[in-house]
């Protein structure tokens, strides 16, 4: 395996990379925090924006999505490739998108281990912790 921290950062279409963008998701929200898969896969992930992250030998290791109302999510690291700037990387990518398309805001809904996380990026919190498939969540909001 290479490295971690030795990454490029694409987007991909769920098109072209749905096999590798639900391979991510699998094995971060379905097998590591035991969400049902059910509830992972929406129709609304054909017309998001994907990041996906990849290593030197084209393996994926991250991803993360922008729905066109602004919400970022599904943001996902394989275990190995955490706390190497990928997250951060991700979430700057959709950011970056996200101006791109001339959005006042984004927002996500935050499982609360990440919140520190979020806010070192600038992302505030707002409103009541809440379940989210069996996690707690806040939301957070990033004025661009």
């Known amino acids: 395996m290479d490295t971690p921290g030795k990454f490029t950062i694409r987007l ?6 749905k096999a590798k963008l639900q391979d991510l998701r699998r094995q ?10 059910s509830l ?5 992930d054909a017309s998001c924006i994907h990041a ?11 991803t993360g999505r922008l729905l066109s109302g602004g919400h970022i999510g599904r943001m996902a690291v394989l275990k190995q490739w955490r706390r190497c700037g990928l997250g951060s990387a991700i979430l700057e990518f959709l950011v970056g998108r996200a101006r791109q398309q001339g959005l ?3 927002h996500l809904n935050a499982q609360m281990h ?6 070192r990026h600038g992302f505030l919190e707002h409103g009541a912790e809440f379940m989210d498939a069996g996690i707690p969540h806040r939301k957070m909001t990033l004025r661009l």
Do not use: N
């Open 12 to 17: 991909a279409t769920w098109q072209d990379d």
């Open 104 to 106: 006042k805001e984004v």
């Open 52 to 62: 996906l992250a990849v290593d030197a030998q084209g393996k994926a290791v991250a």
């Open 28 to 37: 971060v929200f379905i097998v590591e925090q035991q969400v049902p898969e």
């Open 114 to 119: 990440a919140l520190g996380f979020y806010a």
């Open 40 to 44: 992972e896969w929406e129709k609304a």
